[in-house]
């Protein structure tokens, strides 16, 4: 598979990404710097869990999608894109994604940006 064939498509990226999050103990927010603790990566969802508030947060596949489309049509995707959708999980959402070695970020605001060949 080529890295233009994986940006195109949500199932390769999903398995990319749930291939990389396996890999980790934890992810930090990109704005704040929370940190997260990785609990569990399954097929339909990733969860985590703040290490501070101790609330875990499940984060569906289709998450996922919702804020792939958005990145994948419009080449970036804001913070506030996911809102209020997706509120509650869209900075660590941001911060999962920012994990894809063909997506980078920026702050103020916080944007993700997809990287094309």
Do not use: C
Request: cysteine-free; aromatic content about 6%.
């Amino acid at each position: 598979m080529s890295r233009k064939e994986g940006i195109k498509n949500f199932e390769n990226m999903w398995e990319e990404l749930r291939d990389i999050i396996q890999g980790l103990d934890e992810v930090r927010t990109l704005s704040r710097g929370n940190i997260n603790r990785i609990v569990k990566v399954t097929e339909t969802s990733i969860t985590v869990q703040n290490i501070d508030t101790l609330v875990e947060r499940e984060i569906s596949k289709e998450d996922f999608e919702y804020a792939w489309e958005v990145l994948e049509s419009q080449g970036k995707l804001y913070m506030e894109d996911l809102a209020p959708r997706l509120h509650g999980r869209k900075a660590i959402i941001m911060a999962l994604l920012n994990k894809l070695p063909y997506i980078s970020y920026s702050n103020r605001p916080v944007t993700l940006h997809l990287l094309r060949e």
